[in-house]
């Protein structure tokens, strides 16, 4: 039989599950075995375990003070338009110089 | 995308450089908050996040509003942060540097600590797409339609890289010694317990 027909949850069906990704026709049945069935239960609880424990683990969280101080955030702001400023002074200084350049009369090649 | 973005797009199109930094104000934290949990570093996620601003306005003319201003800026993090972690192939973190407290609740600070910083670990030598799935819904909490948009996949397959990713942890979870205690930790503890066991 097709895994896809076979109603016997795989484990990652209940990822889906807890992600509310489920199809509705397998919910009902893992919704049953929820009821039922300590080892699915499990399975069910411990992935939504690991999920919090991932969450509570996120590297930003250490960071938290730096990630909102205003001081540093314009530091980085400051630093950005810095860099997007210079680029945009060379870009016109270079369309400058080609339509200067264009004024010119082109070489014809040696005399 | 709010009118206001959009209008602040086209300034910065036409030529108004200084529109730009009120794009950067305002995304600058998510995108921060995005690099640093792929790098696990916080200089870097700055370097990062300073490198994709520049090159979103290199590329602003080719960002025509059909995902939003935040997915565009996601994917140029996330690609960005890709080719730097390449490039610089080096462990951000080694456990041998985890402190150790010596207050009296150092050992639940200490074991989770330890717990901590293995699980990040982990996390960061998942393969680059099932990490990328893996943060932005976990830590992003981003619907799979926003997900498959920046990572440019199929719905399905970013679904498919968020479960083997997840699969992959609880397989580690079962395997590595500092973290087969993670049963042990109450489900119904909060961050603001954590906070208090860390300091």
Known sequence: ?111 | MMNNEKDLIERVKLGHTASFSKLVRKHQKSLLRLAMRITNDLQSAEDIVQESFIKAFKKLDSFEGRSSFKSWMYRIVINTAKNKLRKHKKDHLDIAKVQISTSPIAENSLSFHVFKEVLQKEIQKLPPRQKMALILRVFEELSFKEIADIMACPYDTAKANYRHALMKLRHQFNERKELKTWEDFDQNFNVSQLTFMEN
């Open chain 1, 1 to 111: 039989m097709e895994k896809e027909n076979n109603l016997i949850p795989e484990e990652d069906w209940w990822i889906d599950y807890l992600e509310g990704e489920i199809e509705r026709k397998k919910k009902q049945t893992m919704d049953l075995l929820l009821k039922y069935s300590i080892t699915d239960r499990k399975i069910l609880n411990n992935f939504s375990k690991m999920k919090t424990l991932i969450q509570i683990t996120d590297p930003a969280e250490k960071f938290t003070q730096e990630l909102i101080n205003p001081k540093r955030l314009k530091k980085l702001e400051n630093k950005i338009m810095k860099a997007i400023n210079s680029i945009t002074k060379k870009e016109s200084r270079m369309s400058k110089k080609k339509k200067l350049f264009s004024c010119l009369p082109q070489k014809q090649g040696p005399i």
